[in-house]
């Protein structure tokens, strides 16, 4: 059974910044991505950004230059740093640990939410 818990969210200015953080556990599996997806009300679910087990990164171009994912393998942990936040990126943040390859199925952690105020 794979859990995934998150937490970081909260409530900040424009210009701000937040810590998302999401913890995996149960069986993992040493190659997965993980990563953040992010749902505005009224929008659909929206890649945020993912991580590979080797380091390997991909990013939403809304994201590029002001979020960083990052992760702990020891921990099965994944980071998301939010810089410069605008209002538009206030949404619910749900952390994603993708074992398609190994299992053929994908975790969804239970949602954090994110509010930039101006």
């Known amino acids: 059974q794979v859990q995934l818990v998150g937490s970081g969210g909260g409530l900040v200015q424009a210009g701000g910044s937040l810590r998302l953080s999401c913890a995996a556990s149960?069986?993992?599996?040493?190659?997965?991505?993980m990563g953040w997806y992010r749902q505005a009300p009224g929008k659909q679910r929206e890649l945020v950004a993912t991580?590979?087990?080797?380091?390997?990164?991909n990013y939403a171009d809304s994201v590029t230059g002001r979020f960083t994912i990052s992760r702990d393998n020891t921990k099965n942990t994944v980071y998301l740093q939010m810089n410069s936040l605008k209002p538009e990126d206030t949404a619910v943040y749900f952390c994603?640990?993708?074992?398609?390859?190994?299992?053929?199925?994908?975790?969804w952690g239970q949602g954090t939410q994110v509010t930039v105020s101006l």
């Open positions: 994603n640990l993708d074992l398609r390859s190994a299992t053929g199925v994908n975790y």
């Open positions: 149960g069986v993992i599996y040493s190659k997965n991505v």
């Open positions: 991580i590979t087990s080797g380091g390997s990164t």
